[in-house]
C-alpha cells in the first residue's frame, strides 16, 4: 500500500474516531461502508477490520471517560456481559452468509441508524421497565450524587442486541446502547461514556472471533487505528461544549447517503 494511502487512512480515523468518541458510538457505520466502497475489502473483512479499529478507538476513548468518573459501572456490565456473547455469535454468523446479504443487512440497520439520529422519536429503542430494580449512582462529587432506578431485563436485553450486531455488521452498538441507557434515566454524557466502555468489551470479543476467521486486514486496521486513537481522545475533550443534536442530525443525513452509495454500487457490480 502506497504511502500516501496510509495517510489518508489515518486521517480518516482521526475523523471519525472523534464524531465516534462525541456520540458514543463505535464508528463501524463509516469504516466499513469506506473500506468496501474506497478499498474494495471482502464485506466480511470490512467488518471484522472495523471491529479491530472500534477496539481501539473505545479503548481511547473509555480511558479518558473513566478519568472523568463517567462511566457507570453497574449499568456497563447489565449490557456488556451479554453483549459480548452475541458479538461472538454474530460474528461467527458472518461465515455462512453471502456477501451480498451481508451488505444487505448493514444497509437495513444503517439506514435504521441514520433515521434514529435524524428523528429522535423513531421506535429504535423502546423501555423494557421489567423485573427488579436496581440503584445506580452518578455524579462527580458527593454533593452531585444522583441515584436512580434501573432495570437489569432492560439492560440486559439491548445490551444483546447491540451486541450481536456488532458482530455481525461491524457497527459497535452504541446506536442501542446509548438509547438505552438515557431512556433508563442515565443523562446523556454518562450515557455516551458508559456506551464506550460497553462497546470497547463486546467488539474485543467480536475482533477476537474474526481474527480467528481471518477477517482482518492488519495493514489497514494498524493505519485507521492510529488516528481513531488520536481522534478518540480529541472527541472526549470536546463532548462538554459539542452540540450534540446538530451532529447527531449531520452524521443521520450521512449515513443516508452511505446506504444510497452502498445500494448503488452493488446494483451496479
Not at 463501524?28 to 477490520?49: C, K, N, S
Not at 449499568?75 to 458479538?87: D, E, H, I, Q, T
Amino acid at each position: 500500500m502506497a504511502p500516501i494511502d496510509l495517510i489518508l487512512l489515518c486521517l480518516l480515523g482521526v475523523m471519525i474516531g472523534a464524531v465516534s468518541a462525541l456520540l458514543g458510538v463505535g464508528g463501524g457505520f463509516f469504516y466499513v461502508p469506506a473500506l468496501v466502497l474506497i478499498f474494495g475489502l471482502d464485506p466480511r473483512v470490512a467488518v471484522g477490520t472495523s471491529l479491530a479499529i472500534i477496539t481501539c478507538t473505545t479503548f481511547s476513548a473509555s480511558i479518558g471517560y473513566g478519568l472523568r468518573g463517567q462511566v457507570l459501572m453497574k449499568s456497563a456490565a447489565y449490557l456488556a456481559l451479554p453483549g459480548m456473547v452475541f458479538a461472538a455469535l454474530g460474528a461467527l454468523i458472518t461465515v455462512f452468509l453471502p456477501s451480498q446479504l451481508l451488505v444487505a443487512i448493514f444497509c437495513v440497520v444503517l439506514l435504521f441508524m441514520g433515521i434514529k439520529m435524524i428523528y429522535r422519536k423513531f421506535p429504535l429503542v423502546f423501555p423494557l421497565l421489567i423485573g427488579p430494580c436496581r440503584g445506580e449512582s452518578y455524579g462527580r462529587s458527593p454533593a452531585e450524587q444522583r441515584t436512580l432506578c434501573i432495570y437489569p431485563v432492560h439492560l440486559v436485553s439491548w445490551g444483546s442486541l447491540a451486541g450481536f450486531m456488532s458482530g455481525l455488521t461491524g457497527i459497535g452498538g452504541g446506536i442501542v446502547n446509548v438509547p438505552a441507557l438515557t431512556i433508563a434515566g442515565i443523562p446523556i454524557h454518562y450515557a455516551v461514556a458508559t456506551s464506550s466502555a460497553v462497546i470497547l468489551i463486546t467488539s474485543l470479543f467480536a475482533t477476537g472471533t474474526h481474527v480467528a476467521l481471518g477477517h482482518v486486514s492488519f495493514v489497514i486496521f494498524i493505519a485507521i487505528a492510529v488516528g481513531a486513537v488520536l481522534g478518540a481522545q480529541a472527541g472526549v475533550h470536546l463532548s462538554p461544549r459539542a452540540p450534540p443534536r446538530t451532529l447527531e442530525i449531520a452524521v443521520g443525513m450521512l449515513l443516508i447517503v452511505v446506504v444510497a452509495a452502498l445500494v448503488i454500487s452493488h446494483t451496479l457490480s
